[in-house]
């Protein structure tokens, strides 16, 4: 009997050793997934375009003046390639799924937001992408290019039933989004933000109101402004999707230890001419005054003293202005004197206002055009510390002097009743007058913000005016698109030869693309 129980035991411990080579080597101590808010909270930080450098001199903010370190032409290479941001929101889906969540998620409701917003900055940039066959990883890596139209169209649908998915979040107080560096997992703010981008989308397809009729641009616009219980949009600054950037750990791209390349940067003649133009007063915030004009004796608060480089301009020439002190910078206090500047808008209220204005102002909805015009110049002049009326306290740097000062402190009365008051300013009414002064706003108050949105604007108004000449390169032209991305040219052949055939069978960065026509 004894040897029967021990002869059982053997067998027994026999059978608990059949474990597989895999089942061995499980660390249990090793995560084999990425947690759905951590997936997130990466797509969030991947949603900003850092200012100060190349986006900012396309859109003819800043230029540079020394071609050793960079230059202002337009040579464009290969548009973002924003797909692997778009398989983390497929598999920030699959994980929330894993973890148990409904099929109608935070997660899968925000992911539809990121599937519209990636594939539109893509097609903005390059024209024809792949979107209906793409992300299906091995199982089709020749994905075919879905023209523009089904493109944006697919994100607008997007939007919408992302739209449908948070209300029905909200109205059920689903608690269960984590991760959120931007609204502390608020589902009411995110509503705000995808219908606020569903008005920019509608606005960038202004050339096809009228001639693709299938997509209802104008019905669409004046749906959520007709239906705001439905279509939540931001009611103010505190509503803007924004990056807020902090010392240490996520400094803003200029600042007092970056200020070395500062001298290599000047203010481009695009803004700064039209803020002067326009005596705005936001001037003053923005840019320093011409060093060599001040230390000549011009007053640092005359804004004849503000005098911006010309982009298109030879490199040599915008050199000599610099050594001579003849071009201004942008404002060293408040860019250059700290780490945090000013936070950075990715979706902002101040944009909705005057695309508002600018869908009113085409007839696409009933409305008060120049109520949103006023509000979003006086949501911008808020931004930059511009009181309506009173004065203001603005800094300078001297030339010579280094960052740390000593600043010169001056005193500028402002009123925007004023201000507006001038025919240049006062808004024209719905006509093509009243438009331009829309169009020149909002690109005033795109200054060092929401990414490639103030070049998309000019592409497609021509507003305001951008400077061309031997400094931009491209046959003294400014590109109207991205190359595609350079891997598809080998690994999806056929597909990207197709795509090119509309640009005369080359990828050509002057070429038109479906939005422009």
Known sequence: MKKLIIFAAVIIGMSSCKKSFDDLYVNNNKPIGVQA??????????????????????????????????????????????????????????????????????????????????????????????????????????????????????????????????????????RTLTGDMYFSNNLKQ??????????????????????????????????????????????????????????????????????????????????????????????????????????????????????????????????????????????????????????????????????????INRGWATGDAEAWYKAGIKASWAFYGVPDAGAMTVYSLPLGVPVSGPYVQSTVNVNFDNYYAQSNVKYAGNNDAGLTEILQQKYIAFFCNSGLEPYFNWRRTKVPAFSTGVGNGNNNMVAMRYKYLSQDQSANTANYNAAIVQYGNVDDINGIMWILK
């Open 37 to 174: 808010s951590l997936l997130f909270n990466g797509l969030l930080a991947g949603l900003v375009d850092a200012p100060g450098g190349q986006l900012d001199r396309i859109s003819q903010y800043q230029l540079q003046n020394n071609s050793y370190f960079g230059n202002n032409q337009y040579n464009f290479g290969s548009g973002d390639n924003l797909y692997l941001n778009l398989t983390n929101v497929v598999n920030m889906e699959k994980q929330a799924l894993a973890a148990g969540a409904a099929p109608r998620n935070p997660y899968s409701a925000l992911g539809k937001f990121f599937r519209a917003y990636y594939f539109a900055k893509m097609s903005l940039e390059m024209g024809d992408i792949p979107m209906t066959e793409a992300l299906n990883g091995a199982a089709n890596l020749q994905p075919k290019y879905d023209d523009q139209k089904t493109v944006f169209s697919n994100c607008l649908n997007l939007l919408d039933s992302a739209n449908t998915d948070l209300a029905a979040l909200i109205a059920a107080n689903d």
């Open 190 to 359: 995110w509503q705000k933000v995808v219908n606020t981008y569903k008005l920019r989308l509608l606005i960038h397809l202004s050339k096809k109101a009228n001639s693709d009729e299938d997509l209802n641009i104008p019905a669409r616009f004046a749906a959520v402004l007709n239906d705001p219980a439905t279509y939540p949009i931001m009611t103010g600054m505190s509503d803007n999707l924004q990056y807020v950037w902090l010392n240490p750990t996520n400094k803003y791209p200029l600042n007092k230890e970056t200020f070395a390349n500062g001298s290599l940067n000047n203010s481009a003649s695009t803004y700064v001419g039209l803020l002067t133009t326009l005596k705005d007063p936001r001037v003053f915030v923005t840019t320093d005054p011409a060093p060599g004009v001040v230390s000549s004796g011009g007053s640092p608060t005359d804004f004849s003293s503000f005098k911006g480089g010309d982009i298109g301009a030879d490199m040599g020439v915008l050199a000599t202005q610099n050594g001579a002190g003849v071009i201004s910078y942008i404002n060293r206090w408040r860019y250059y004197s700290g780490y945090t500047a000013e936070n950075t808008f990715i979706i902002g209220y101040i944009e909705m206002c005057f695309n508002i204005a600018e869908g």
